[in-house]
Structure formats: structure tokens, C-alpha cells
């Protein structure tokens, strides 16, 4: 097979924000970035939980703020709010998890500095009106109601509880019976405890001009002001691997396997190596998990792993939602793959396909307007500035063979992963048995 | 004031067509060192045989199977060993195949491409493989979670009669268990002509260098009959239309509504104003039914109004629908929903669309075209669709124009239209207990 060569084309050149501190502390990143005559923009803000006692109840508040914030401010009624978004083409987004909350829209070229008062404007006098929020709340509980109908919403809720335990990380949705408590008072006592400028970071990428930004903001942002509070993050507690927690889904078709581990994160000299593992193992189409699940097995559609990045720590994660009478056969074929990759070097060519997809992708996600700001927010998340992105590309080209098996020894093997089925326990009980000790749900 | 809506730099395209009938669409572009190829095969779930539904997608899948010089799983390492992403999907009246790519990987991506266009490796073995595969995607996607697939699986059989509008496109499991490698190399054969294709590229290329390459890998296809399309209108309804299907994984009620609409290509001008109505109906939170439905009454948990069964007004061809959609709780009936967006229908009919209001639809319209042209597959597939479904890839570049010209009595017809004519209605049943 003559395949015609690869060029080696102008490099991508990792992207430079322009990046400022505002006087009440709030952090700005921006990039011009002119493809379409638009603006993405990411407003994130640090809500870090000290307390794994009252973490439940500060996702739920957490949760029904991000949900009523755009109910209206001191000068516009939620109608009013919503028209004068739209008209700039805008269509904000808030939502919120146990790391932050999050402002996200895109925008027209002429609309970024109303897009910015308005953000001000809800920062600083959202008004959370009573009726409103209380039929946001009924909303609310029963939205959650329907996901946790979802197969992948409970599964993903199970992983995080075998993990995290107590950890804030472990509540991946609002308890209802606490949304149902909540009133708007709570919500308003809230939002002026918790949106601080300090520590927050406002990230502009489009058809801008920096040093126009940077005066927009300064002077949309200029009455939001607030002492600092603390940022200290919980870090995540050991838990107890091996096993297969096993979750009773009467009648499902399928099993949701979820496994999950401790991994490193991006500050870590091992995260470009963990990274490339990953790849390998199951991290895209052309990994061992996928050959062997779906493309030799067809027990599978989508089979994938990642490593998830959180302020709090890194985890790496597995998820394949299989025929419920193959389970067993897929978890131990997951399991096989794991310990493949822990106990011998892959080879030169999965590495350098591996290498490729990683530096290739890295520049096609911060090719857009939309996908450069989301990797920028994400960053932030962790406290790292754009300039990582030069750096981890510069890391993931220096990784070798026994870089590889050493990350993977340390964070893919099975002895140090926890494993979490969601399926129909009549049937897939006997079977998973054979494999490992079956364990309650936490 | 309404804001001043900026509109995108046109970019150049160069047409050429090869002599086995391949439509070529090159759309350069140097703002990135990115590349994207796109391969569109007019044809979609609605040219399924029957007793062979899901067909379409089943054999989109098998296209990822192996070609004469690539074997199986070999086009996912070449597209991603460039460092490259790649995916197809099949819609009503079309199936696609791209990849994103570093520049430097465009002719590699090219040689996949017309090696699989030329000769797919259509073995029982692989099919057999990939049946099992698409049996879990429709498990993921509808069996195994509740509202599954709601209502783009469902309701087309309320508002439509024809077996090529009504079937499920997914694949019924007895259908897609007994297709066979012969079945696949006679859709082949039919369907996945050069002369039944269009191929687009975009981003940063010499406009001749491609164009030599196009020539080298795609020329050799052998040129086939094109089959004819057979027409897939259907008669305006003579009647309203109601039904209810059961969701046993669901806990709370859902409702969609379909109406028929003028022919998106043979009357774009008259299916024009449903767009931007659809807009006005249900986009972002200032929109009529969001404030209706959500704020006001408090009737819906969630709503969305769309033109086609995907949400994409501009990649099917006559007949296609708007799609109204909402999920309430237990507490509120499918009859209030019904009658309040009948209201709101009404109160634009009637009452016509203001400046300020049309003004702000057309911003929120604008930024989403402009938000979906800033990736270089965004654009390409916008030429690809155009120049398949309404034959100008330059309907891509000429839309945002005019959905920008349509005026505010333009929109209240439609809205008035929607009153006067019968509609579909699917009630999804809750079967599970909160």
C-alpha cells in the first residue's frame, strides 16, 4: 500500500491571550481571533466547597442560582433581560458544578460591550423574584426527576459516589428533596457570597481588538467588586478499588460499564505520557478498546476512556454501554486491555499514531472561535494561563516507549481502578460473579 | 436601536466536474493550517427498500469497513495518524463522510476517500460486525433510555403515509439482522456513484495543487448510471391527525406537534419565513413559546420549535416538516400545551411581528450561521448540502442574505398558514413511576 506522504504544513502556533488583572481583581484573557465577525465569551467563577458536610446542599443552591440568574436584575425584568441579549445575538448561558460557575455565549462583533454590561448587570443586581424562582424550582425537581431516568446519569452518579465518597465531587446532581427547599432569599444571600470577582477570569476570544477589550471591561466590571474568599479545594480521598459495584436496572438492554481511577493532571511532568496511554488504550477510534470491543466483539457502539480534569485532581475514567448478555465478556475484555497496556510496551507505531492524533487535534479544537475559548476556560479551571498549550504540545513530543507503560502501570492497571455496571442484575449478576467481588452501590 | 449585523467575508469557490460525474466544490481559505473533505452520497434514509430499513446508516457504517487498498480499520488510522478527525451520518436525503485535518494530511485524506468511493471492501464478515455495532447505538440512543429518539423516530408516522416518510430509519432489528454482503454491494452499485456524489474541500490549499489531486484519485471511479429519485411529496393532510405512544423508562409526559411545510426547494421562497417563524417561535429565552410556555404559564419543562426532523431547515428536500416539541409535568395536559402554542401561533398571525422583535430574530439568526460557519467543516458542509439538495454549493454563502430579507408580513403568513392547515400530534405516555 503506496499512500501519498504527509507534508509537514506551517506548524500551529500555540495561541497568545492577552492577559490582565482588573482593580476589583477579576482576571481577563483575551485573543483576537478574527475568523467570523463574532465573540465567544466564557465568564468562569471559582466556587470551591471547604466543607464536604454542606456540599449537597451547595450544589443544590448551587444549582437553582445558575438556573434563576437570568430572572432578571435591578434595571430589566427577565423579559427584558432575554430581548436585550438577544439582540446582540446573544444567548447566555450559566451553569454551575462543584468547581465553579460558568457564563458562556457567543455574540455579534458589535454587541461584545452590551454582552458585557449586561454580565455586570446580573453579577451585581440579579434579582431572583420570588414567583419566578419558586416555578424554576418545580422545574428544577423535576428535571432532575427525568435524568435520573437517563441510564448514563445514574451510572456516571454511581462511579462518582464508589470514588469520591464524601468528597463534594461525589454529588454529580442536585438532591431534589434539597432543590425543594430552597427560596429565593437563600438564592439572593447566595449569589452575594458566592460571585466574587476575585479569583473569577473573563475570557474573550473572536473579531476583537485586546486593548479594546480590556477598556470595555474595566469599565463594565468597575461596581462589581468583593473581598477575596478563600479558594482551597477539597482534595480528593482515597478509595477502595477492585470489585464490581453492581447497580440494579431492571429490564435494561443494555449495561453501562463505568470504570474510574486516580489519574494526574496537567501540571504533572507524567500527564503528556498519561495522556498519550490513554489514547492508546481507548482514548479515540483507533485505540486497543475499540478494536477489540467493537470493531472484533460488536459489543459496543461508542466505547471510551479520558482522563476527566478537576480543580480538585484528575481521574481516569472508562465508559461502554454493552448488550446486557455480553457484560461480563466486556467488562473482562476492558479489564484485559488495562492490563495489557500496565504490563507491556506498546508498540512504536501505536505511539507515534497516538503522538500525531494528540499535536494534531490539540490545534484543530483551538482552531475555532468557539473551541479555543472552551479549551482557555478549561485551562483556567485548574489555574493554568494559555501558555500550557505550548508547553504540553513540547511534552507530548518528548514522550517515549517506557514514558508510556510507566503512566500506564501507574494509573491504567486494574488492581488500582474501581469498576461500576448499571444493568439488569438478574441477568448479569452470575456472570460478573465469576469475574470479581460483587459490592452494594455506595 | 438594532445592532448593526456584520456578515461573513465571502470566500471564493471553484467548481469543476469530473468526467465520471463527481461534483467537485473547493473552498480555500488560509486562516488556519486546517483542512476539511466532506463526501456527500445523495442518498438517505428515505431511498431505504422495503424490509431493508436502516439500510442507509447500516451501510454508512460498513463504509468505514476497508477499502481495496486500505483494510479494515486502516481509514481511522490514516485520518487520525495525520492527526486528523473523522465521522459520517446519514440524514433523510443524504449520507455524509468528512474529515478535519492538519493541512499537511489533505492528500492523504483525499486517497481515503476516493478508495473507498471507488471500491469499499463489502465483506458478510464486516457486516455481520457492524449490524452488532448499530444494534447498541439504537440501544444507547432508544431502547435503553427513555424518550429515545422522540420524536424524529415517531413522529413522522402520524404526519406522513408513505413508507419512505413513515419507516424508521434507525433499522427495525429483523431488517437490519438479515442483510447480507449482496444487498450491500447493490446499494453500492445504485447508489454510491461518483455521479451521485459531491465532494467538498476547504481551508488552506493551493486551489491547483487539490485539483490535481482530485483529478489523480478521483478520475479512475468508474462512472455508473445515476439512479433516478423517485419524488418523496406526500398530499397536504386532509385532517388533524392524533396519536399516543407509550415511553415505558419515562416519568414524565411529552408532546410534539408536526406541520407540513412549503418544499424547501421548489418554493424556498415560501418555506423561507418558517425559518425565521421558527426563530421567533422558540429560540433563546426572549422567544414567543419560551416565554409562554416557561415564564408565564408555566406549562413546559423544556420547548423547541424546528424545521426538519434533525433540527437542520436545509438538508432535506420535499417533504419536511416544523417540529414542535415540549416535555411537561404530570400536572399539566397535552390539550393546554396544544391550545397555548395555537395561541401564540395565532397572535402572530393576527397581530403581526414588530421591527424591534424581527430585528432581534434576525441578529440570533445571523450569529448562528456565523457561529456555524467559523469551523472549516462548518462551511464545507454547508457547500456540500447546498450544492446536493438545492444545486448551488453557493447557497451556503447566499443564505444569511436572505433569511435577512425575509419581512415581517412574510412571517405572519406563514404563522397563518400553520393556523388554517391540519397538523400531527404524538402524545408520549409516561409508563414509569417517578
Known amino acids: 500500500m503506496v499512500l501519498p506522504p504527509l507534508i509537514e504544513a506551517r506548524s500551529a502556533r500555540a495561541p497568545r491571550a492577552a492577559a490582565a488583572t482588573l482593580p476589583n481583581g477579576l482576571d481577563t484573557m483575551v485573543v483576537r481571533r478574527p475568523t467570523v465577525p463574532m465573540v465567544e465569551v466564557r465568564l468562569h467563577i471559582p466556587l470551591p466547597m471547604a466543607n464536604s458536610r454542606t456540599a449537597a446542599a451547595a450544589i443544590a443552591r448551587g444549582s437553582l442560582m445558575s438556573s434563576s440568574m437570568l430572572f432578571g436584575t435591578?434595571?430589566?425584568?427577565?423579559?427584558?433581560?432575554?430581548?436585550?441579549?438577544?439582540?446582540?445575538?446573544?444567548?447566555?448561558?450559566?451553569s454551575a458544578d462543584a468547581d465553579r460557575l460558568l457564563f458562556s455565549t457567543?455574540?455579534?462583533?458589535?454587541?461584545?460591550?452590551?454582552?458585557?454590561?449586561?454580565?455586570?448587570?446580573?453579577?451585581?443586581?440579579?434579582?431572583?423574584?420570588?414567583?419566578?424562582?419558586?416555578?424554576?424550582?418545580?422545574?428544577?425537581?423535576?428535571?432532575?426527576?427525568?435524568?435520573?431516568?437517563?441510564?448514563?446519569?445514574?451510572?456516571?452518579?454511581?462511579?462518582?459516589?464508589?470514588?469520591?465518597?464524601?468528597?463534594?465531587?461525589?454529588?454529580?446532581?442536585?438532591?431534589?428533596?434539597?432543590?425543594?427547599?430552597?427560596?429565593?432569599?437563600?438564592?439572593?444571600?447566595?449569589?452575594?457570597?458566592?460571585?466574587?470577582?476575585?479569583?473569577?477570569?473573563?475570557?474573550?476570544?473572536?473579531?476583537?481588538?485586546?486593548?479594546?477589550?480590556?477598556?470595555?471591561?474595566?469599565?463594565?466590571?468597575?461596581?462589581?467588586?468583593?473581598?477575596?474568599?478563600?479558594?482551597?479545594?477539597?482534595?480528593?480521598?482515597?478509595?477502595?478499588?477492585?470489585?464490581?459495584?453492581?447497580?440494579?436496572?431492571?429490564?435494561?438492554?443494555?449495561?453501562?460499564?463505568r470504570i474510574g481511577g486516580a489519574a494526574v493532571g496537567r501540571r504533572d511532568p507524567a500527564y503528556a505520557a498519561l495522556k498519550l496511554a490513554n489514547l492508546i488504550f481507548g482514548g479515540y477510534f483507533s485505540s486497543r478498546l475499540t478494536e477489540n470491543l467493537r470493531e472484533r466483539n460488536g459489543f459496543t457502539y461508542s466505547p471510551h476512556s479520558g482522563v476527566d480534569n478537576a480543580a480538585a485532581g484528575s481521574t481516569f475514567i472508562v465508559d461502554a454501554d454493552v448488550a446486557t448478555e455480553v457484560t461480563a465478556r466486556a467488562v473482562h475484555e476492558t479489564w484485559y486491555e488495562l492490563g495489557r497496556m500496565a504490563l507491556a510496551p506498546v508498540t512504536q507505531d501505536e505511539l507515534d499514531l497516538a503522538r500525531r492524533y494528540a499535536l494534531g487535534t490539540l490545534a484543530l479544537s483551538t482552531a475555532t472561535q468557539a473551541g479555543l475559548a472552551s479549551t482557555l476556560t478549561s485551562l483556567v479551571g485548574q489555574g493554568l494561563s494559555a501558555s500550557w498549550l505550548a508547553d504540553h504540545q513540547k511534552a507530548v513530543a518528548g514522550v517515549t516507549i517506557a514514558d508510556v507503560q510507566e503512566a500506564a502501570r501507574r494509573y491504567l492497571a486494574v488492581s488500582s481502578l474501581a469498576t461500576v455496571v448499571v444493568g439488569d442484575a438478574t441477568v448479569v449478576e452470575d456472570s460478573l460473579r465469576s469475574l470479581a467481588v460483587i459490592r452494594n452501590p455506595e | 436601536m438594532p445592532v448593526r449585523v456584520p456578515t461573513l467575508p465571502a470566500h471564493p469557490l471553484h467548481r469543476l466536474t469530473l468526467d465520471n460525474g463527481l461534483?467537485?466544490?473547493?473552498?480555500?481559505?488560509?486562516?488556519?493550517?486546517?483542512v476539511a473533505v466532506a463526501v456527500y452520497y445523495d442518498v438517505g434514509m428515505r431511498s431505504e427498500p422495503l424490509g431493508r430499513t436502516g439500510f442507509a446508516h447500516l451501510f454508512e457504517h460498513v463504509m468505514f469497513q476497508g477499502s481495496a487498498q486500505l483494510p479494515k480499520l486502516e481509514h481511522a488510522r490514516q485520518v487520525q495518524g495525520s492527526g486528523g478527525i473523522f465521522n459520517g451520518s446519514t440524514h433523510l436525503d443524504y449520507t455524509n463522510y468528512f474529515e478535519v485535518l492538519p493541512a499537511g494530511a489533505l492528500e492523504r485524506a483525499l486517497f481515503c476517500e476516493a478508495d473507498r468511493m471507488a471500491a469499499p471492501l463489502l465483506t458478510q464478515e464486516t457486516i455481520d460486525n457492524q449490524i452488532d455495532v448499530v444494534k447498541e447505538e439504537i440501544r444507547v440512543n432508544v431502547l435503553n433510555r427513555p424518550y429515545g429518539a422522540f420524536p424524529w423516530l415517531q413522529l413522522p408516522e402520524v404526519l406522513f403515509d408513505s413508507f419512505a416518510n413513515t419507516h424508521n430509519g434507525y433499522g427495525d432489528f429483523v431488517d437490519l439482522e438479515s442483510a447480507t454482503a449482496e444487498d450491500a454491494a447493490a446499494f453500492f452499485d445504485s447508489y454510491y456513484a461518483p455521479g451521485n456524489a459531491v465532494l467538498a474541500v476547504g481551508g488552506d490549499f493551493d486551489v491547483e495543487q487539490v485539483t490535481q489531486w482530485v483529478e489523480r484519485y478521483f478520475a479512475g471511479v468508474p462512472a455508473r448510471t445515476t439512479p433516478q429519485r423517485p419524488p418523496?411529496?406526500?398530499?397536504?393532510?386532509?385532517?388533524?391527525?392524533?396519536?399516543?405512544?407509550?415511553?415505558?423508562?419515562?416519568?414524565?409526559?411529552?408532546?410534539?406537534?408536526?406541520?407540513?411545510?412549503?418544499?424547501?426547494?421548489?418554493?424556498?421562497?415560501?418555506?423561507?419565513?418558517?425559518?425565521?417563524?421558527?426563530?421567533?417561535?422558540?429560540?433563546?429565552?426572549?422567544?414567543?413559546?419560551?416565554?409562554?410556555?416557561?415564564?408565564?404559564?408555566?406549562?413546559?419543562?423544556?420547548?423547541?420549535?424546528?424545521?426538519?426532523?434533525?433540527?437542520?431547515?436545509?438538508?432535506?428536500?420535499?417533504?419536511?416538516?416544523?417540529?414542535?416539541?415540549?416535555?411537561?409535568?404530570?400536572?399539566?395536559?397535552?390539550?393546554?400545551?396544544?391550545?397555548?402554542?395555537?395561541?401564540?401561533?395565532?397572535?402572530?398571525?393576527?397581530?403581526?411581528?414588530?421591527?424591534?422583535?424581527?430585528?432581534?430574530?434576525?441578529?440570533?439568526?445571523?450569529?448562528?450561521?456565523?457561529?456555524?460557519?467559523?469551523?472549516?467543516?462548518?462551511?464545507i458542509q454547508g457547500f456540500a448540502a447546498g450544492e446536493l439538495i438545492h444545486g448551488r454549493a453557493e447557497f451556503a454563502t447566499e443564505l444569511p442574505g436572505r433569511l435577512a430579507q425575509v419581512d415581517a408580513g412574510s412571517v405572519a403568513a406563514a404563522a397563518s398558514a400553520l393556523g388554517t392547515q391540519h397538523r400531527a400530534v404524538l402524545e408520549l405516555v409516561p409508563g414509569a413511576r417517578a
Open chain 2, 232 to 379: 418523496f411529496a406526500e398530499p397536504a393532510l386532509a385532517e388533524d391527525r392524533h396519536a399516543e405512544v407509550v415511553d415505558p423508562l419515562a416519568v414524565t409526559p411529552a408532546l410534539a406537534i408536526g406541520w407540513r411545510v412549503p418544499d424547501p426547494v421548489g418554493d424556498f421562497e415560501g418555506f423561507l419565513p418558517y425559518v425565521v417563524l421558527s426563530e421567533l417561535m422558540s429560540d433563546s429565552d426572549a422567544s414567543r413559546l419560551e416565554q409562554r410556555l416557561i415564564h408565564r404559564d408555566h406549562l413546559a419543562l423544556y420547548q423547541a420549535m424546528y424545521l426538519g426532523l434533525f433540527g437542520d431547515p436545509f438538508d432535506a428536500r420535499d417533504a419536511t416538516a416544523l417540529m414542535f416539541q415540549a416535555h411537561h409535568g404530570r400536572d399539566v395536559s397535552a390539550g393546554q400545551v396544544l391550545a397555548a402554542v395555537k395561541e401564540e401561533l395565532k397572535s402572530v398571525a393576527e397581530e403581526g411581528v414588530g421591527e424591534t422583535e424581527l430585528a432581534r430574530v434576525q441578529a440570533r439568526i445571523a450569529a448562528q450561521l456565523l457561529r456555524q460557519a467559523d469551523p472549516v467543516l462548518g462551511r
Open chain 2, 23 to 34: 461534483r467537485v466544490v473547493l473552498a480555500p481559505d488560509s486562516t488556519a493550517p486546517v
Open chain 1, 106 to 257: 457567543a455574540v455579534l462583533r458589535t454587541g461584545l460591550s452590551t454582552v458585557l454590561d449586561l454580565l455586570a448587570e446580573i453579577l451585581t443586581s440579579a434579582s431572583y423574584p420570588s414567583a419566578e424562582v419558586v416555578a424554576e424550582r418545580d422545574r428544577l425537581g423535576q428535571r432532575i426527576a427525568m435524568a435520573l431516568t437517563q441510564p448514563g446519569v445514574v451510572a456516571r452518579m454511581a462511579r462518582s459516589r464508589r470514588l469520591f465518597g464524601d468528597h463534594p465531587y461525589a454529588h454529580t446532581m442536585p438532591d431534589p428533596s434539597m432543590v425543594a427547599e430552597l427560596d429565593a432569599g437563600t438564592l439572593r444571600r447566595s449569589h452575594r457570597d458566592r460571585a466574587r470577582p476575585y479569583g473569577a477570569t473573563l475570557v474573550v476570544v473572536g473579531d476583537v481588538q485586546p486593548a479594546t477589550v480590556a477598556k470595555q471591561a474595566s469599565s463594565a466590571f468597575a461596581d462589581w467588586v468583593g473581598p477575596a474568599r478563600g479558594s482551597r479545594v477539597l482534595t480528593l480521598p482515597d478509595f477502595e478499588p477492585g470489585g464490581i459495584t453492581l447497580v440494579d436496572r431492571p429490564g435494561a438492554v443494555q449495561s453501562n460499564i
Open chain 1, 74 to 94: 435591578a434595571q430589566r425584568d427577565q423579559r427584558q433581560l432575554a430581548n436585550d441579549l438577544a439582540a446582540v445575538g446573544a444567548d447566555l448561558a450559566v
